[in-house]
């Protein structure tokens, strides 16, 4: 159909945008990846016991100590 240019081909100007948006839609992924290893998020076996989070809470002073005993008994139940 003429001078060979496909209207969805990686050539010409709807090249450059399939271009642009195929490396915007890699970087997405790639940040994706990376911010959710940096939050400190972990999926696997070596997640966080419920009692591991409370004494967490304790040390960083978001509960007091007697919270934390009231907590702790009530996952004990």
Do not use: C, Q
Request: aromatic residues 12%.
């Amino acid at each position: 159909m003429g001078a060979g240019h496909s209207f969805m081909g990686f050539g010409g100007f709807m090249g450059i945008w399939t271009w642009l948006i195929l490396a915007v839609i890699i970087a997405l992924i790639i940040w994706a990846f990376t911010s959710r290893k940096s939050s400190g998020y972990s999926g696997g076996p070596g997640r966080h016991s419920p009692e591991d989070m409370l004494k967490r809470r304790l040390a960083n002073g978001e509960i007091t100590p007697e919270e934390y005993r009231k907590l702790l008994t009530e996952l004990r139940r």
